[in-house]
């Protein structure tokens, strides 16, 4: 069965830091990936997705996730993050085709101002 | 144009009790997911429903269940309720229902809770 890791349950980070959530995956086949945030009191919205191609993909918010074949992760980076970032990350993976999301457990992001 | 539409926001329910959860999509999305969210165990996959045909079906027991309507506004119905299932139950619609690459717009949820 499909499994989604993220390690890190919760990071707190200052303004301007750098960010990297880890997330690991644990299926053979053809995949596609997604990071999804949730802020305070909002539905969940996508952030980014990886499909084919470039593993470097690009989201909104200056977010971009690289997908590592390799080591079955697909980590959430963003070079300088803002108090606007405080919000629960998730990780997911959907068989290629298939029709339902795999979920990590979330990553909750604190950024201190 | 209007997102994905969940009622109630909140219920609250007794152990033993029925409820029943609404969802409406997004105009002309014709498939919709349920998931579960629970603070340890993240998002978990219930059901997916296209064109009032459950396709898929999580790891659940039989207690969760649901169905869709043919303008694709979809229920879901948990029996017997236990502590365990409070939870917020999230809805996700798509528009072209076999593939999951043209992405999940989520409703706001229903925050259950049993007591």
């Known amino acids: 069965a499909q499994s989604v890791s993220q390690h890190n349950h919760h990071v707190i980070l200052s303004e301007a830091a750098s960010l990297e959530l880890g997330c690991n995956y644990s299926y053979g086949g053809t995949v596609n990936l997604f990071w999804y945030v949730q802020y305070p009191g909002q539905h969940l919205q996508l952030l980014l997705k990886y499909f084919s191609g470039d593993p470097l993909v690009k989201g909104i918010k200056g977010f971009e996730a690289e997908f590592i074949k390799s080591k079955f992760s697909f980590n959430l980076r963003k070079p300088s993050v803002q108090w606007s970032d405080t919000a629960e990350y998730f990780c997911?993976?959907?068989?290629?085709?298939?029709?339902?999301?795999?979920f990590g457990t979330g990553t909750r992001l604190t950024v201190i101002p | 144009k209007a997102g994905v539409t969940q009622t109630p926001r909140y219920l609250i329910k007794t152990r033993g009790q029925q409820v029943t959860l609404s969802c409406s999509p997004i105009s002309g999305h014709r498939s919709v997911s349920w998931y579960q969210q629970t603070p340890g165990q993240g998002l978990q996959f219930l059901f997916e429903?296209?064109?009032?045909?459950?396709?898929n079906k999580g790891n659940f027991p039989g207690r969760f269940s649901g169905r869709q309507f043919s303008n694709s506004r979809s229920e879901m119905n948990v029996s017997t309720l236990e502590l365990g299932d409070s939870a917020l139950y999230l809805c996700a619609s798509s528009p072209q229902g076999a593939q999951i690459n043209y992405g999940y717009t989520f409703g706001s949820g229903t925050r259950l809770t049993v007591v």
């Open positions: 997911a993976v959907a068989q290629t085709g298939a029709n339902n999301l795999f």
């Open positions: 429903y296209f064109s009032e045909t459950q396709r």
